[in-house]
């Protein structure tokens, strides 16, 4: 079993709506969590870090469940630049060792 | 302030020949980590380096594969005898200290292995 897993899409999406989507891990020693997004072909950029107690961000918020052991990113509004992969990332007990899930297409249509 | 320099961006190469990937932290950053992505996959850690120490590479594969991090220079991840297999994009990022936080990726360099 990966220690990150993720729903590799892509999920279509009409411009407009909200989408969400999680991301489940596996180490429950896995102290902090990430979302990033990578567009085709570019670096990973980080979009937001996840706390327990949810974070907000624009139209983004990242919510992560510990007792379940889930991650979600939630989109609202979306834009045609929102096109992207989002991968949703843990930090190790090593406190620089990231793991990375294998990313959720995301595409915007008009 | 340069954000991370990495070159090649694009290297091709026959198997069995050698492949050397370079990255050039940000000024001021001491601590460099490399990364291999696989088409349709996440990233995967290989090997963390500060200035002329390995610090951990137990990510990185224990053959054909190396990486130093030199006093003077840039940093090289080095691949021996390359296969199709190693075909990848190989991220580096860097950071002025271990926290996870302040780590800045460069835009890759895509190795294919013909």
């Known amino acids: 079993r990966k220690e990150v897993e993720q729903d590799p899409g892509p999920f279509n999406v009409p411009e407009g709506a909200t989408v969400a989507f999680n991301c489940t891990y596996s180490?429950?020693?896995?102290?902090?969590f990430f979302w990033y997004r990578q567009d085709c072909r570019k670096e990973p950029k980080l979009l937001m870090s996840?706390?327990?107690?949810?974070n907000e961000d624009g139209r983004f918020t990242a919510q992560l469940n510990r007792a379940s052991q889930y991650i979600s990113l939630l989109i609202r509004d979306s834009k045609l630049s929102d096109s992207a992969t989002y991968l949703c990332?843990?930090?190790?007990?090593?406190?620089?060792?990231?793991?990375w899930g294998a990313g959720t297409k995301l595409i915007i249509k008009p | 302030n340069a954000g991370v320099m990495q070159n090649p961006r694009h290297l091709v190469r026959r198997r069995g020949q050698e492949a050397r990937l370079r990255c050039s932290p940000m000024?001021?950053?001491?601590?460099v980590y490399w990364y291999r992505q696989l088409p349709e996959e996440g990233l995967k850690f290989m090997v963390y380096?500060?200035?002329?120490?390995?610090?951990?590479e137990s990510g990185m594969p224990k053959e054909r594969f190396s990486a130093e991090f030199p006093k003077e220079g840039p940093s090289i991840l080095r691949i021996q005898q390359v296969v199709r297999g190693d075909s990848a994009a190989y991220f580096c990022?860097?950071?002025?200290?271990?926290?996870?936080?302040?780590?800045?990726f460069g835009p890759g360099t895509r190795l294919t292995v013909l």
């Open positions: 990022a860097s950071s002025p200290s271990v926290a996870y936080n302040e780590q800045f």
């Open positions: 000024k001021g950053h001491s601590h």
């Open positions: 380096l500060q200035k002329e120490n390995i610090i951990d």
């Open positions: 180490n429950s020693a896995s102290q902090s």
């Open positions: 996840v706390y327990s107690s949810g």
């Open positions: 990332v843990g930090l190790m007990d090593s406190n620089y060792q990231l793991i």
